[in-house]
């Protein structure tokens, strides 16, 4: 894989002064010697409270891991990079430095699993034509949610929790961040799991690995699942009605092509989701 950008972003998000240590793109890499290299260490006060997501602080003495690598009871510590390093006790990043050690605001050390859905349809006129982009190719839109926590916009994607699986995990997201499932009467959830659960079942797997996110430390980073789901005629989700919910401020189905922003490296699988369906990109 190639250099971790977001990861080396120079503020840390959700703070307004905790600063990265800077790292050139040329000392990235663990392997390449960086002497003057001298990170803060960061970890947020809500993951040192010891929230359900969390795991203990073995910086200070407080709890153990041991099953680095390995699936950890229902906690996954694998890596979809393969086998990262524990140095001093603390895995490492697998991409290489991001100027800031110990956890930041994530919850687990090393992996964090995240799923991604994306939902895409063909961009249609009101004439119902399927508009075609520059390259003469038609144009894909997707679901996708404005964060709140820093306004980017992304696809709705959430955290794999303990002993959950990514299917299960891409349709509550969905559901949550897309639908706003938390605030619908229980007809209204059964109504919308109706037509998710059929849709959201039969996705492809264009992207398993590390995230270039915002968040990542050099001991705990993000790691996903991504699913593509197309809607080819544009008669399934074309019924769902689109409410942002939870994380999300906001929803729409957004063009994607290449000069869209995405938030981390989301912009990437998209590309290959259009690449999959030869889609405009
Ligand atoms: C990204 O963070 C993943 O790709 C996923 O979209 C998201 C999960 O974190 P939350 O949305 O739960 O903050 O790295
Ligand atoms: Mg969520
Ligand atoms: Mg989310």
Same mark, same amino acid.
């Given at each position: 894989?190639?250099?971790?950008?977001?990861?080396?972003?120079?503020?840390? &998000?959700?703070?307004?002064?905790?600063?990265?240590?800077?790292? &050139?793109?040329?000392?990235?890499?663990?392997?390449?010697?960086? &002497?003057?290299?001298? &990170?803060?260490?960061?970890?947020?006060?809500?993951v040192?409270?010891g929230p359900y997501y969390a795991d203990p602080?073995?910086?200070?003495?407080?709890?153990?891991?041991?099953?680095?690598?390995?699936?950890?009871?229902?906690?996954?510590?694998?890596?979809?990079?393969?086998?990262?390093?524990?140095?001093?006790?603390?895995?490492?990043?697998? /991409?290489?430095?991001?100027?800031?050690? #110990?956890r930041?605001?994530?919850g687990r050390?090393?992996?964090?699993?995240? %799923?991604?859905?994306?939902?895409?349809?063909?961009?249609?006129?009101?004439?119902?034509?399927? $508009?075609?982009?520059?390259?003469?190719? @038609?144009?894909?839109?997707?679901? *996708?949610? @404005?964060?709140?926590?820093?306004?980017?916009? %992304?696809?709705?994607?959430?955290? /794999?929790?303990?002993?959950?699986? /990514?299917? %299960?995990?891409?349709? @509550?997201?969905?559901?949550?961040?897309?639908?706003?499932?938390?605030?619908?009467?229980?007809?209204?959830?059964?109504?919308?799991?109706?037509?998710?659960?059929?849709?959201?079942?039969?996705?492809?797997?264009?992207?398993?690995?590390? $995230?270039?996110?915002?968040?990542?430390?050099?001991?705990?980073?993000?790691?996903?699942?991504?699913? #593509?789901?197309?809607?080819?005629?544009?008669?399934?989700?074309?019924?769902?009605?689109?409410?942002?919910?939870?994380?999300?401020?906001?929803?729409?189905?957004?063009?994607?092509?290449? *000069?869209?922003?995405?938030? %981390?490296?989301?912009?990437?699988?998209?590309?290959?989701?259009?690449?999959?369906?030869?889609?405009?990109?």
């Open positions: 894989g190639g250099l971790h950008c977001k990861a080396r972003c120079e503020i840390y &998000p959700r703070t307004k002064d905790v600063k990265r240590f800077k790292v &050139p793109d040329d000392k990235v890499r663990w392997n390449v010697p960086f &002497p003057e290299y001298s &990170p803060p260490s960061f970890t947020t006060e809500t040192l409270s602080d073995i910086c200070s003495g407080k709890g153990e891991i041991t099953k680095w690598n390995e699936i950890d009871g229902k906690v996954s510590r694998v890596s979809f990079e393969g086998k990262y390093e524990v140095v001093d006790g603390l895995p490492l990043n697998p /991409v290489g430095r991001t100027g800031i050690k #110990h930041g605001c994530l050390w090393g992996p964090n699993h995240a %799923a991604d859905p994306i939902v895409t349809r063909w961009k249609r006129t009101e004439d119902d034509e399927i $508009v075609k982009g520059e390259d003469g190719k @038609q144009v894909m839109e997707f679901v *996708s949610v @404005q964060r709140r926590d820093n306004r980017e916009w %992304a696809i709705p994607g959430g955290m /794999v929790e303990p002993g959950s699986l /990514v299917s %299960a995990t891409i349709k @509550q997201e969905f559901g949550e961040e897309a639908m706003n499932s938390l605030e619908m009467s229980e007809e209204e959830k059964k109504e919308m799991h109706d037509k998710i659960e059929d849709f959201l079942s039969h996705g492809d797997k264009v992207y398993e690995g590390y $995230v270039d996110d915002p968040r990542n430390t050099d001991n705990a980073w993000m790691e996903t699942t991504a699913y #593509h789901f197309h809607d080819n005629d544009g008669t399934k989700v074309g019924q769902f009605n689109l409410h942002a919910g939870d994380d999300a401020m906001a929803v729409q189905w957004m063009v994607c092509n290449s *000069s869209i922003n995405l938030y %981390a490296s989301h912009k990437s699988f998209l590309q290959e989701a259009a690449k999959r369906i030869d889609a405009s990109w």
